[in-house]
Structure formats: C-alpha cells, structure tokens
C-alpha cells in the first residue's frame, strides 16, 4: 500500500445531517468522528449510515468530495451510494424522463407487420413482428377480463341509443369522449384531471393539502385570495399553441399570483413558468408551502 491516507474532510465542519442525507458509511463516519460504531449510535440514534459493513475505500470517498458527480438531468448531486454505483440519474423518474426521450416511434411502427385475430372475441387486429398470433388478446378484452369468455354482442348507446359492437361498454366511443370532456369541464378544479385526491376547504375543493395550507395561513393573516375556474392565463409553447394555465390562487390586494409545486414539477413545468410571467407581465409566485410564505411576506415587507 501507499503512504499514509489522510482524509479531506474536517469532521467539526460539516454537520452530520450532510452526511445522513448524502447516505455516507457508518464506519467512515465513525471514523471522521473519532468513535467506535456503537458509541455513534449513542451520540446520534437516528443515523443509519449506509447498508452493511462493507470495507472503506477512502480514495473513492475523497474522489466523490472533489469530484461529485451530478444527476444528468435535474443536475442534483449523487448521493455517495449513488457514485459508488456508477448512477447517471438521481433517481428512477428523471431516467424514465430519459428513456421514454430516447424511444424510436419510427422503429415501433416497423414492427407492426402481422395480421392476426384476438383469441376471444375474434377481432382482427396488427402486431409486433415478434408477437404469436396465436395468443393475442385485443385492447378492449384486456380491459374486461372477466368478460373474456363472452363474444361481443350488439348494445344499445345508453346516451345516444345507437347500436354498437361491445363486449362489456355502455357507451358508444363517441359518447364516452363527450362524457369525459364534460366531466373536466364540470370539475370544480378548473378542469384537467379528475383521478387524484382532492381536499375541500370552505366548501371550495382543493387539489393539494398544500393549497389548503396555503389558504389557511392567509385567512390567518387577513389576506384575500380568490381561487375559481375562470381564474386563467394564456401562454405560447414551442410550436405556437396558445394553452392555458390555472394557477392555483389570486390576491387581489397585492396582484400577485400563486402556484403550489414540489421541486419535480417546478423543473418540469419551467419553460411553461416563465412563458406565462413574460407573457401576461405578473407576478407568480410558485414552490412549496414555506417558499410561498417567505414570498409574500417579503412582497409585503412584514
């Protein structure tokens, strides 16, 4: 071996919070600290460190502390388990988010050179190259599996009374689109989605326990907000489709907008963010729950 390692890490620097967060080894940390394992444990119970006993690479431990590698796609740093495995990606959504980038349609809808029949309602359909068009099941007997014995029958539409092809469906697939555009627009939530848990506050329903939060502490403190569907702004994506954007509360008094968002989709959504700051010439405030306070509070300079 080499000469005597010694450690770039000055242990009365960093808290070991940093080291909990960045998952760093038990032992290396024990030994930062001068302790044995057990006596870590006493100081501070609610470290775990990370798994097992695995021997120390300090060289690796030094590398990762001047050279910390970064997420490829959020640019958030690696966690020290992470670099020791050779991750590119902070975590499993931002290389879905890369994955799902990097699919050829083109070479998908290649592949879809065979004919063959659904193995119980006998319906024609394509497939994979790759596929046995001896066992294919179609999209609509997935769906109602336990219908999977029975052949299609003709039904009557329960909206427009047409007759139409189905399994299990009671509506016509015209009707079923209509239904859905009427449900989002009836929403309460300006509109969008509808399959997510929602949370009512002064008889007025919320999409977050966030917005909830939010919305008490401005009751708390004499603030007026407003939150209603016609509550809209427009702006312009990269192909020059103007879209709307409901942010989730208005103050009148101040003329500012806010926006609850967790850290996943303010990076999502920040080309959308500033495309409706530049455009309507507002102010949005948009982050977490203590992010929002700490803005308006500046904004009102109290």
């Known amino acids: ?17 940093k080291w ?29 460190g ?9 060289d690796k431990i030094n590398q990762y502390y001047t050279e910390p590698q970064n997420c490829l796609l959020c640019n958030v740093i690696l966690t020290y388990k992470q670099f020791i495995s050779n991750n590119k990606y902070c975590s499993h959504s931002c290389c879905a988010i890369v994955s799902n980038k ?32 001896t066992n294919v099941t179609c999209t609509e007997c997935k769906k109602y599996k336990k219908y999977k014995n029975r052949a299609k029958s003709t039904r009557a539409c329960k909206i427009c009374n047409n007759t139409f092809d189905s ?34 506050y002064k008889n007025i329903l919320m999409d977050s326990s966030w917005e ?11 603030i007026a ?18 879209r709307r954007y409901h942010p989730d509360f ?15 989709l303010m990076i999502k959504d920040e080309f959308k963010i500033r495309k409706v700051i530049e455009e309507n010439k507002i102010t949005l405030f948009v982050g977490n729950v203590s992010y929002i306070i700490k803005c308006i509070k500046n904004f009102t300079g109290h």
């Open 1 to 17: 071996m080499g000469g005597k390692q010694t450690h770039i890490i000055n242990a009365n620097s960093i808290q070991i919070e």
């Open 50 to 58: 990370a798994r097992g006993r695995s021997k120390l690479d300090i």
């Open 225 to 242: 907000w407003e939150r209603n569907k016609k509550l809209c702004l427009w702006w312009t994506d990269t192909l020059g489709n103007r």
């Open 167 to 200: 399994i299990a469906a009671t509506m016509c697939d015209q009707c079923r689109k209509i239904n859905r555009i009427d449900t989002a627009r009836k929403n309460l939530n300006c509109g969008g989605e509808t399959n997510y848990k929602r949370y009512i």
């Open 212 to 222: 909830v939060n939010i919305a008490k502490w401005m009751d708390n403190n004499g």
């Open 102 to 133: 990097k699919r050829d349609k083109i070479s998908l809808i290649g592949k879809v050179n065979k004919q063959a029949k659904c193995k119980h309602c006998k319906t024609e359909l394509l497939v994979n190259s790759h596929a046995n068009i």
């Open 20 to 48: 909990h967060s960045l998952n760093m080894p038990t032992d290396w940390i024990a030994k930062q600290l001068n302790v044995s394992r057990s006596k870590l444990k006493e100081i501070y119970p609610h470290y775990t």
């Open 250 to 264: 208005y103050i009148p008094s101040l003329n500012i907008y806010i926006d609850t968002k967790n850290s996943y």
